[in-house]
């Protein structure tokens, strides 16, 4: 199973977005006449049909075409005896989408020798400037309707009836749509009112997932998991619109975009939160069908073949005791209840309180940039001017060697150098490397090329080490560095929830080496020889993969064996939703807060991820660091696996039945403890006999 997780989601992830390019993505041209002909006739002929460009006659109807998301720009042509042309996006459709339609219409004005004016039909408001909220909002629904389900379906099974789940889904709908709202309006500040829009999209939502997830389940029993995945989240993300555009995504996503619930939600939300709802039905009309027919083939399958569960407990009430989670002690009805509320709670709040705190509103701040002159003094005097126009935005530093300050950009010490120019009527100069970070790089040069503008000195931008054809995101080190340490945390939840029986550390430490090895070598495979996204450093890359993995590893079998399988909660937190945030594998470090700029010398991921792009750009500068740091995690990791191996074995000596020779060896016909957690991982229901308290006596280790 971690196996398929883990291939399903990152093989999707990279083969989509390591090097998208938009196709066909439609555009208005204002205008008419000879020369609005030759503009749409110029935009339908570049190389790899980019653009649909269509003639409208007003720049009216050319917003209204906007507005209705029906094309992703428009280029107004000037009228007769004027020489400035407008661009029309709108950055509340896609940020991303909005920079692609730029990108591709500015030359045009250029080769007309026009002016540009940029102008933002539907701009996202202050408290989203990355326009990340509608992302977490949709995800936060999706995982409120698809995560209870395997929680319920070892605990709980006798609601998995629709007598008794469908009420239980609706309130569970209107609470976590409550829930979201809350975390990204009031408490992040990412979401200005629209409670009502909030709970409707919501509850249509979690509705939609999770009576699907609900048919998967019937169906299929806990195989669910995967089904659910697979559709939702592997699925669903590039289909969504939501971070790239859905025209640089391929023809099977686009036509997913009309049909998911993630993209639904998500566009449904668009609508109401920044397009006064324009569309808006047109999206909900895809959750309502995955309701009603989920609910009618559910109904079906009742009524054909009862309500038993596939590989589930086959009990009728509460009374049978049953673990709260997968691999744990048999747990009171009062503990299951808890779990099958806190578990999916616990990560809905993870994912969407902290990814939108740390990146709803990105600012720069501290951005090392050096101002280079062939005189100290000038470049002294060009620091002290710009600071207190940029001082909070940047760390200003002077230099006077170009060389000395391209090989700190190189060894990644500094983002960018400004040269000044050397003659009167010369141009300045500002190198940066796209492949250090595709959003500093973008930022820097947004406040350079304003700072050059307003000393009327042409700017010369260079890019020392660009990004490959095969990785123009700059996001394939992130999503690498985040498959190893999925791979790593993914595998002891599964051996604590399919194999509680593996009580010491001797018992899997030599399969999770395995394991390692082995998932380093098909992810190695699967990025650069399958789809071609990550390029040669094989060694490299897979010694590093399968050490960071053993570690991570390491780490989280510390919690999942004295916590059970809710460790993975704050495991997840840690490792995952802030280690992306520290990477700078997708936002900057210096765009996010401070915090993060921390955690990015302690964190696995960062060290990941900064693994990757040092091998592939950076001849490998820097990776003794990162050895560091995942070596003191897991020789962390080691040190407290012993240390629960102790505890675990001094709590055998001590339970009701123990061996008075015992030792913790775990040999065959060990301790009661052992055996009572060997039991509790059956497929069937635990046995009756003995109280919920006594089972819990007896199990060495406490999950929940």
């Known amino acids: 199973m971690p196996f398929l997780m883990v291939t399903m989601m990152y093989a999707t992830y990279v083969g989509t977005m390591h090097a998208p390019a938009p196709q066909d993505m439609p555009v208005a041209v204002v205008g008419s006449g000879q020369t609005a002909e030759e503009v749409v006739s110029a935009l339908d002929s570049l190389p790899g049909g980019p653009l649909e460009p269509r003639l409208v006659a007003t720049v009216d109807e050319a917003l209204d075409l906007l507005e209705d998301r029906e094309v992703s720009g428009a280029f107004e042509i000037p009228a007769s005896g004027r020489d400035e042309a407008v661009i029309h996006t709108a950055s509340a459709g896609g940020a991303s989408q909005a920079s692609t339609v730029q990108q591709y219409l500015a ?35 999706m995982l409120a309707g698809y995560v209870p389900l395997s929680v319920l379906t070892m605990s709980l099974p006798f609601l998995l009836t629709l007598r008794r789940f469908v009420p239980l889904l609706i309130g569970w709908a209107a609470v976590t749509s409550t829930l979201i709202w809350t975390v990204l309006g009031p408490v992040v500040g990412a979401v200005d009112g629209h409670y009502l829009q909030f709970l409707g999209v919501g509850m249509l939502t979690v509705g ?165 002159a062939a005189d100290a003094g000038q470049a002294e005097q060009m620091a002290e001017g710009l600071k207190p126009r940029l001082g909070d ?76 054809s095969d990785d123009t995101q700059g996001s394939n080190s ?30 899997f430490v030599v399969k999770l080496a395995g394991w390692a090895v082995g998932i380093s070598v098909w992810l190695w495979f699967l990025f650069d020889v399958l789809i071609g996204a990550v390029n040669g ?40 939703l802030a280690g992306v945030p520290a990477s700078g594998g997708g ?42 740091t995942i070596g003191i995690w897991g020789a962390a990791g080691l040190v407290l696996q012993f240390l629960v191996d102790l505890w675990l074995a001094r709590r055998e000596k001590k339970a009701p039945g123990a061996r008075p020779d015992a030792d913790g060896s775990g040999a065959s016909g060990g301790s009661g403890a052992e055996a009572s957690d060997t039991s509790d991982a059956t497929d069937g229901p635990a046995p009756v006999s003995g109280s919920t308290k006594e089972n819990d006596d007896l199990e060495p280790v406490p999950a929940t």
Not at 433 to 445: D, E, K, V, Y
Not at 597 to 606: A, K, N, S, Y
């Open 587 to 628: 936002l900057s470090v210096y765009m996010v807060p401070d915090l993060f700029r921390t955690l990015q010398d302690v964190l696995p991921l960062p060290a990941a991820v900064d693994t990757v792009r040092s091998l592939v750009y950076f001849d490998g500068h820097g990776i003794g660091r990162n050895l560091l």
């Open 478 to 507: 992130m999503y690498v560095g985040m498959s190893w340490i999925m791979a790593g945390f993914l595998i002891m939840a599964v051996l604590r929830g399919g194999a509680p029986e593996l009580t010491r550390l001797r018992h």
């Open 208 to 372: 939609a997932v999770g009576m699907t997830q609900m048919l998967f389940t019937k169906l299929v029993g806990p195989l669910a998991v995967l089904f659910g995945m697979l559709l939702w989240v592997v699925f669903g993300m590039p289909a969504s619109n939501l971070a790239l555009s859905l025209h640089s995504m391929p023809g099977f996503f686009q036509f997913l975009h009309g049909v998911l619930p993630l993209p639904a939600a998500g566009e449904a939300l668009r609508s109401l939160l920044y397009f006064d709802g324009r569309g808006a039905g047109g999206h909900l009309l895809p959750l309502v069908f995955w309701i009603v027919v989920a609910f009618a083939l559910a109904l079906l399958k009742e009524r054909r073949s009862g309500t038993a569960i596939p590989a589930a407990p086959d009990v009728s009430d509460v009374s049978t005791p049953l673990p709260a989670l997968a691999g744990g002690p048999v747990r009171s009805p009062k503990v299951r209840y808890f779990a099958a509320v806190a578990f999916p709670l616990a990560i809905l709040i993870g994912v969407v309180g902290a990814m939108s705190a740390s990146m709803h509103q990105p600012k720069i701040h501290d951005l090392p940039v050096v101002v280079v």
């Open 107 to 141: 030359p045009v004005a250029a080769e007309n020798q026009w002016r540009i004016t940029a102008e933002d039909a539907a701009p996202l408001p202050d408290g989203d400037m990355s326009g990340t909220a509608v992302l977490f909002a949709g995800m936060g629904m």
């Open 537 to 576: 450093h094989a060694l490299e890359l897979i010694g590093f993969g399968a050490l960071t993995v053993f570690c991570v590893s390491l780490v989280t079998g510390v919690f999942t064996r004295t916590f059970g399988l809710a460790a993975i909660i704050p495991v997840m937190l840690v490792l995952m």
């Open 393 to 468: 935005m940047l760390d200003i530093r002077t230099g006077t060697s170009v060389d000395e300050v391209k090989d700190q950009i190189l060894e990644q010490e500094v983002v960018g150098a400004y040269v000044l120019p050397t003659t009167a009527d010369g141009r300045a100069v500002l190198y940066s490397s796209s492949a250090a970070g595709a959003s500093q790089q973008t930022a820097l040069r947004a406040v350079f090329q304003q700072v050059a503008a307003g000393q009327e000195t042409p700017l010369e931008l260079t890019d020392i080490k660009p990004l490959t």
